[in-house]
């Protein structure tokens, strides 16, 4: 029997080293396909390497790569099933490395972290997925920290401008699912306008974190002497990043808050700080691009805007005696890059100016929206008409002017009459449109456009969301009892009264 026993255990031992080499052989086979962006041969080949060798932290890394990336080719039906692989793949090897120290643990952790922000970022912006979006970002956040420590301790390779651009897309994130939490409960305020202190304490550190990361993202892709267009990315999410940091602090100093007395005055130095911040982030998109795209114009319009709608909302609740001013971000760049050929460039800023006020805040962003439409697409109309009738009709609301009301108006009806507009764009035109119409006490006119804008979502729970954005929206208290507005209503079971 102890023979036997010998020469099965010797049998055994042969098999296992076959095993071993016929996955070692998996194993480069799957990263020669992998290096020829053949992902799914590539998955095929680690998922048996990882059934030879199932102790192999190399092969289960691998195999999370290849899954991440088919996910994000967007094979159609695997979505959730690539999820599973690819973060199976990954904490695998997070409990097969002992050690805690190892490479192939710190670059699985970083891949997880990167992975689970794009997952976070795409539920976003599914129905239903706030939750979903929540718990991937926040599992995210953590394990950017716990990569980054291990890099610190243990020297392995520093992290590179996509590492520092999705940790600052992670943090960035996180703000804007607290930001849209808080909206739901504002009654159409905005973000801030039920913010506790604590809260909004909690964003600009968010705020800051995230610009910290975007701004190592953009350093790192010029010291790796990364293509440009990275530069541009990583410079223009972190503008957008902060752009959306400016309307928590808005809706938070305009908002009639009892703590405003000991708290405004941050809150107004930190919005008046991120915008100027981002101003600078947008000219230097520009400088970087030059006029060749239309996407850097038209975000440098929308910090105008932004600026302009921060500055006369805030003078008009404050009843400010003195015109409130934004600081600009060294103008003389600007200027000195126009002069040096760099750019063509619409704008011809004295260099002695420090302060823009908000009708000149007005000016820049139409310049800047004329130039984006100029050097733009047809693809550019609809998001830039969309932009243009939000600045207008803020200021007609803020002004009571006719003149910039009819400016909205033909800017909305601008983007109904294109024929590639999407159904998100739509929706928001006409909805818009509703508002105008209600603001000019036309209610029939005013219910019309809502009823388009709600056949212009793509789903019942966009659908619903509208409604019950309309119910809380100021803007259309007239319509609330037009017999089409209480039927919208009573068909998606919704209170008119709520």
Not at 35 to 46: K, S
Not at 338 to 350: Q, T
Not at 378 to 403: C, D, F, T, Y
């Amino acid at each position: 029997m102890g023979r036997k026993g010998k020469h099965a255990a010797a049998g055994k031992d042969e098999l296992q080293t076959q095993d071993k080499e016929r996955g070692q052989a998996l194993l480069q086979e799957g990263e020669d396909h992998l290096e020829a962006e053949r992902c799914r041969d590539a998955l095929r080949c680690f998922d048996e390497a990882v059934s030879l060798i199932p102790t192999n932290q190399t092969a289960w890394y691998h195999r999370g790569v290849a899954a991440s990336e088919l996910w994000q080719e967007g094979q159609p039906g695997e979505h959730d099933q690539l999820v599973h692989l690819s973060c199976g793949a990954f904490r695998r090897v997070l409990e097969l490395d002992t050690s805690k120290r190892g490479e192939v643990r710190y670059l699985s952790t970083l891949a997880l972290a990167q992975f689970l922000t794009s997952v976070a970022e795409t539920a976003s912006d599914d129905d239903g997925g706030t939750h979903v979006a929540a718990q991937a970002v926040g599992e995210a956040m953590q394990l950017f920290t716990d990569a980054s420590e291990l890099q610190a301790r243990w020297g392995h390779e520093a992290f590179d401008d996509e590492a520092w651009g999705a940790w600052g897309a992670a943090l960035a994130l996180q703000l804007r699912l607290d930001v849209t939490k808080a909206e739901e409960h504002s009654c159409g305020d905005g973000a801030g306008a039920r913010a506790t202190a604590e809260e909004l304490e909690a964003a600009a550190r968010l705020c800051s974190e995230a610009a910290e990361k975007f701004s190592m993202a953009a350093a790192s892709s010029v010291a790796e002497q990364v293509d440009g267009s990275d530069d541009v990315r990583w410079l223009m999410l972190h503008a957008e990043h902060l752009l959306r940091f400016v309307e928590l602090m808005r809706s938070a100093l305009v908002a009639p808050r009892v703590d405003k007395e000991p708290h405004g005055d941050l809150w107004w130095s930190r919005a008046s700080a991120a915008w100027t911040e981002a101003l600078s982030l947008a000219v230097a998109t520009t400088q970087l691009v030059g006029s060749t795209s239309w996407e850097p114009w038209a975000l440098r319009g929308d910090v105008f805007a932004r600026g302009a709608g921060l500055l006369g909302e805030v003078a008009k609740a404050s009843s400010a005696s003195v015109p409130l001013t934004l600081r600009l971000p060294m103008s003389s760049v600007a200027t000195s890059a126009a002069a040096a050929g760099a750019i063509e460039d619409p704008f011809r800023w004295d260099a002695s100016l420090e302060h823009v006020d908000e009708q000149s805040a007005i000016s820049y962003a139409e310049v800047a929206y004329a130039e984006a439409l100029r050097c733009g697409s047809e693809e550019a109309v609809v998001p830039i008409h969309l932009q243009i009738g939000e600045m207008h009709w803020g200021i007609a609301k803020r002004r009571e002017s006719r003149e910039h009301l009819s400016t909205a108006v033909a800017a909305y009806q601008k983007v109904t009459s294109i024929k590639t507009a999407g159904s998100e764009a739509l929706a928001t035109a006409f909805y818009n449109l509703a508002c105008i119409a209600a603001s000019l006490d036309k209610p029939d006119k005013a219910t019309e456009a809502l009823q388009t804008s709600i056949q212009a979502c793509s789903s019942d729970r966009e659908r619903q969301q509208t409604l019950r954005e309309a119910l809380a929206d100021r803007d259309l208290v007239s319509v609330r009892e037009h017999p089409e507005f209480v039927a919208m209503m009573t068909r998606f079971s919704l209170n008119t009264t709520t």
